[in-house]
């Protein structure tokens, strides 16, 4: 450990203060002031409680949940916060000490659990100077920078493509445009030149001429997982990092939940693949959370026919009535039924059209993974330094040659 560091107690370096109580009908959204509970910013308000940047401290509901503020805030009363004093520590290199620390396991043994403070304050960590707190600070903060910033870039593609495809695969904007006589908006004129300029019904359903009308399931495959409780990890063995709900919502595996490989390729899940939860939480995800074991209540959806951008758009586009179908159900775990995606109806154009739009959706796409990919390996890279760093097992010095020598190794 760099002598640097030295021995002290979270209530001796960051002592937590209790929020202020603020009543609802005092809170006025039309404020600038953040009103922060244990569960984040709820409000705003025209006063601050406490002038100045800070962090606060779920001590009620969120236990242990760390919000931020680089501005004047108000926390109110199920929440803790540590007003920023530049002079005595750095803001930052506090804030990811105290997501070090476990806090939302120091619960209170009373009937509402609670943050107990005083075994917050007891617990023992090393500090070092305020010059090095500030060199942490910066290091981890510009990995949570970067992630935020192809986090968003991954939102904003995904907006786009969203709009795109309503536009022109579900309310055939260019097709109404070029029937009234009109240039279609926002696309190139040999794009508009594929788009026809009239309907035609297929059954009772108006469809632009020469499309065909097909069931969602008629040329998209869901291939529903396995029961991975029947594949053990094997002793010796490689295993995998099983795919279910709740990791699909997170976006990461769980490695406590393994299972063993010995299972057919098409069950095994990979970077850049659709995967739909059809019970329970009903989600569609482009995954890049790495390799993983498909699990029952997921399909893996792909097709011999479409692009996956196409598979992806059209099972999304029906996401919304899959959840009020299985919000009727009247069971314990919602779910929809295989009828269910052949009573879904997808308008499909003809090959050439769809492979010019696979020029505009293909690339956006697979920015979407690679951002998510990368963003994965930042966040396992700055999850096995930072508590090194924090710990003063490791400098600042060491940890940039570790990325160096990784980006050496992936270029």
Known sequence: MNSEWSPTSVGEFCPFVYGKGLPDRDRNQAGLVPVVSSAGIIAKHDKAYVNGAGIVIGRKGTIGSLTILEKPFWPIDTAFFIKDEPEKRDLYFTYYLLKSLGLERMNTDSAVPGLNRENAHKVEVLVPSLEVQKKVGR?????????????????ALETIAQRLFRSWFVNFDPVHSKAAGKEPEAMSAELAALFPSDFELNGLVPIPKGWSLESLDTSISYLNGLALQKYPVLEGEAALPVLKIAQLKAGRTDTNILANRRMKPEFIVRDG????????????????????????????????VHPSWFCFQSTLRHLRSFKEIAASKATTMGHIQRHHLSEAKLAVPPKELMQKCSQIFGPMQSLIVNNGRLVRELAELRNHLLPRLISGK????????????RVAVSE
């Open 139 to 155: 290091f981890a903060r510009a990995y949570d920078q970067q992630i935020a910033t192809l986090t968003q870039q991954n939102v």
């Open 394 to 405: 490791l400098s600042i010095e060491d940890a940039e040659r570790a990325i160096e020598m």
């Open 273 to 304: 693949d659709v995967i739909f939860s059809w019970s329970g939480s009903l989600e569609i995800r482009i995954w890049t959370g790495g390799e993983a074991a498909l699990n029952q209540h997921l399909f893996k959806v792909f097709s011999q």
